[in-house]
Structures are given as structure tokens and as C-alpha cells.
């Protein structure tokens, strides 16, 4: 009589979750099974099953695992996993009591209205574990050595779930999915129903007195979950391209500096000029430090922003032209920078590893300043310091528009850190031939100098927070 109860009171609540296969997704469908259950004096059960005008028919000493099983195995789950039956739960209970008073051993009772619920697209594609849980208790957890304060103790697995796959087992604790803590109940659904389907994570969990990480990939209510042939491992349709994140970036670029140094060093200029008098920049390549981030705005495509700069400071003595037994400081400060908007469409080659091909859209330049002094000012005589070459500063430089094509590789380390490679080429474009000379809000143009381009390879390794 009490494996009765218990079976009735399970189809009480049951409701079917699976649409046909094929049929295309609609609003609102209804799907509807009829149950008949029969128990007999020695205690065997049948268990018939319509579905549709399908029958199907059961025999045998059930009990309440295998009674799941069985279910499942037509689409039937009970009402735990489908949180539009929990309006219809004082309705049950009543149905439940008048099915303990009123049947006994040897009677037979049928569900002739069967549990109709309406089911939105929506939530036929939210992602599908296939697990029964409910929150451990102190006493369970002494039970089990489990010293924690946090998790859900799975009470059942589906047949053909993607639990099964994955081999959750009944009594495992589940503790973290995806590196996010799972607090309760309520934290487990919103863990899962913040993934989509196809999500490849890891799986922290308690088992047998120890704590072991296993891989899992979410499945879908209307779908199987595919398994290879051969292997017999669990096909993963989907690999997650990740959410994004943001670094810190360095970037080594090899642009051409010929121009630059000719015009610091004095070297190929015009006789009887000797350049800036400073050392040449090292051609083999300059290192920009900067920041940038991006974000995933659906199916792989990423959006964000970078930046970054470089600056060189240098200071050497020259003889003062007005007299040259006295020297003069001279400073160069030489800078280079850009920034833009990135778009990038990244490619899962693993769960961990990943792949992307974009470009940045965006501006930068060159500045080089110069001053040199001889440290002698004087307040009533500062307009002839104006008119004397001893004391002057002047900054030049070079804008423009900038493309560059990349390609990416990042290895995920941790659910929040990766490593991430990339190189790509800097083209570059600007509207006016030369350099100029700028004076506060005026720009003069240098008769003479040369069209500089800011062309050449980058790379980048380094951090990346987020994936």
C-alpha cells in the first residue's frame, strides 16, 4: 500500500516536458499523458502508460528509483524540475490525501484527466542537467564527513540525462558549477539558468568523502544528448566563446623609425647639421604599455576598446649658440601612441582554448618635444629671454587614421584568468604629407620633412581577466 501512495502521488504531479521530434517550436504546446496504475494482492504493479494513443505496459516490484527511471524514459518528470507546477500544489496535496484514504490493495484507480501545462519556447530551451535535488540538512552532511556550508545533495539522476553522461550520482553534493558557488536551492537553478545550452563547465563535488572536478556540458529538455558511436563519450555541441573580460596590454611594435633617428642623431642630413645631438631610438622595436576590454555581443562576436603609449626621455649638453663657453640642457621627450574600437569573432577550439580574428578601428601618432635652457630667467628681462636662443621649446608631430587586422590565441587558466597571444599588422593613413610644428592651438607645417608612416608588426602576450 505505501509503494502505491508513493506512485500515485508521483503521477499526480507529472507532466511531460518533451516535444516530438521535428515538430517546430512553438509559443505555447500541449502535451498530454494518461496513467493507469493497478496493484495486486502479492504486490506486483502495472504501470500503463498512454501517451497520445501509444500505450506502453509495465510490470513488476517498483520501487521509487526505478519508478523515475521508468518515467523518464517516456519524457515524464516530476513536478520538482518544472516550477509552473508549484501553483498547483495545495490542488495535489488534496488529491494526494483522497488517494491514501480511498484505494487499497487489489483496486485499481486511473488519472482519466491528464496534467495539462503549457510550456513557452522559451522554456523548452532553457539548459537541462537532469538531476533531483533538494537542500542537505546538518545531519545528512555529519553523515556524509561533509564539513561544508553550502550545496544541494542530488537525490536522482534521469535515465539519458545529460547527469547520466557525466556520471552525477545520487547522494553527490554538488558544490560549485562554473567556479560559482551553488548556496541553496534557489542558487543552483539561477547557476543553471544563467548558461545556455550547449555550455561546456566544470562540475566541483563531494563524493565518498572526497571532493573531485568533473567536466559537464548542459544539455536541452527537447533534445538527446548525442553520444559518439564509438567512443561512447558524450558529444559537446556547443563550446562557450566566453563573456569577455579586460587587461592590462602590452604591445611590442616594429614600426620605421629612419626619419625619427636622422632627425635626432643628425645622421644623412644636410652637411653642417648635426641632428638633436641625442643617440638613435633601437629600430628593432618599441614597447607600448596600455589597458583594453571587450565583451561578447552574441554568437562569438566581441566589442570593446584598447589603448596604449610610449614615451622616451633623454637629456644631454650642447654649447650655448650666444656663447659657447656655456652649455645648455637640451630634453627630448619623444611619445607614441594609439587607441580604438575592437571587434573580434572568437572561435572555441576547446573549452579552454580559443581562437579569435578581428581588427581595430581607430587613431594615433608621433610627438617628439624638445627644449633646452640655460636655467638663467630673469622677470625683467623675460622678453629678451623670448628673443634669445638659449632658452626655447618646440613640439612636432604626425597623426592618423589607423587599421590593424589581428589574430588571437588565449588558454584559459582559471575560470576568471587566461594567457593570451596575439599579432597582428598596423596599416596607417594620414590626411597631410609631413610632420608639423605645434604652438598651443596653432599648427605649422615643416617644409621638407618627410612622410613618416606608423606601419608595422605588433605582438602581444600577456593577463587577461575574464574569458
Not at 13 to 30: D, K, R
Not at 167 to 194: A, C, Q, T, Y
Not at 232 to 248: C, F
Amino acid at each position: 500500500m505505501k509503494k502505491l501512495i508513493i506512485i500515485l502521488t508521483a503521477l499526480a504531479m507529472l507532466c511531460t516536458l518533451a516535444a516530438q521530434e521535428g515538430q517546430e517550436a512553438e509559443v505555447s504546446t500541449e502535451y498530454t499523458t494518461q496513467v493507469d496504475v493497478t496493484m495486486e494482492d502479492d504486490g506486483e504493479t502495472t504501470i500503463i502508460i498512454n501517451e497520445n494513443g501509444e500505450i506502453t505496459t509495465y510490470s513488476g516490484d517498483f520501487d521509487d528509483e526505478e519508478l523515475k527511471e521508468l518515467l523518464a524514459e517516456h519524457n515524464v518528470i516530476l513536478a520538482q524540475a518544472n516550477e509552473e507546477l508549484e501553483e498547483m500544489e495545495e490542488e495535489l496535496r488534496e488529491v494526494q490525501l483522497q488517494i491514501g484514504t480511498a484505494i487499497g490493495e487489489g483496486s485499481t484507480f486511473s488519472i482519466t484527466s491528464p496534467v495539462v501545462i503549457n510550456l513557452s519556447e522559451e522554456d523548452m530551451e532553457k539548459p537541462f542537467m537532469g538531476v533531483y535535488y533538494e537542500e542537505i540538512t546538518l545531519s545528512e552532511a555529519r553523515e556524509m564527513g561533509y564539513e561544508k556550508f553550502y550545496g544541494v545533495l542530488i537525490s536522482g539522476v534521469v535515465s539519458d540525462s545529460p547527469a547520466r553522461l557525466y556520471r552525477i550520482l545520487e547522494d553527490d553534493i554538488i558544490m560549485e558549477i562554473g567556479g560559482r558557488k551553488v548556496l541553496n536551492e534557489e542558487s543552483f537553478s539561477k547557476i543553471i539558468d544563467s548558461h545556455y545550452i550547449g555550455d561546456a563547465v566544470e562540475i566541483k563535488l563531494f563524493r565518498d568523502g572526497r571532493t573531485e572536478v568533473i567536466d559537464f556540458v548542459f544539455g536541452s529538455r527537447k533534445k538527446t544528448v548525442c553520444v559518439d558511436e564509438i567512443t561512447g563519450e558524450p558529444v559537446k555541441p556547443k563550446l562557450n566563446p566566453g563573456d569577455g573580460g579586460g587587461s592590462w596590454i602590452p604591445v611590442f611594435f616594429q614600426p620605421d623609425l629612419e626619419d625619427i633617428n636622422k632627425l635626432i642623431s643628425g645622421d644623412d642630413l644636410v652637411a653642417g647639421d648635426d641632428g638633436l645631438g641625442f643617440s638613435e631610438i633601437d629600430d628593432r622595436g618599441l614597447f607600448f604599455n596600455g589597458g583594453g576590454g571587450k565583451g561578447n555581443v552574441g554568437k562569438g562576436w566581441m566589442l570593446g576598446g584598447m589603448g596604449c603609449g610610449y614615451s622616451l626621455d633623454r637629456k644631454t649638453s650642447v654649447p650655448d649658440p650666444v656663447d659657447p663657453s656655456n652649455k645648455l640642457i637640451r630634453r627630448m621627450n619623444f611619445s607614441a601612441g594609439y587607441g580604438g574600437v575592437t571587434l573580434d569573432k572568437r572561435i572555441p577550439i576547446t573549452k579552454k582554448f580559443i581562437t579569435s580574428l578581428g581588427f581595430m578601428l581607430g587613431w594615433g601618432g608621433w610627438n617628439l618635444e624638445v627644449s633646452q635652457t640655460d636655467g638663467d630667467y630673469d622677470w625683467n628681462t623675460f622678453e629678451s629671454s623670448l628673443n634669445n636662443s638659449s632658452n626655447n621649446y618646440v613640439s612636432i608631430g604626425k597623426t592618423y587614421i589607423l587599421i590593424q587586422p589581428k589574430v588571437m590565441v588565449m588558454y584559459r587558466i582559471l575560470d576568471w584568468l587566461a594567457i593570451r597571444a596575439e599579432v597582428g599588422y598596423m596599416y596607417s593613413y594620414s590626411f597631410y604629407s609631413g610632420w608639423k610644428v605645434e604652438m598651443i592651438d596653432e599648427n605649422y607645417e615643416i617644409k621638407n620633412s618627410p612622410d613618416t608612416t606608423f606601419d608595422g608588426m605588433t605582438f602581444t602576450v600577456g593577463p587577461w581577466f575574464g574569458f
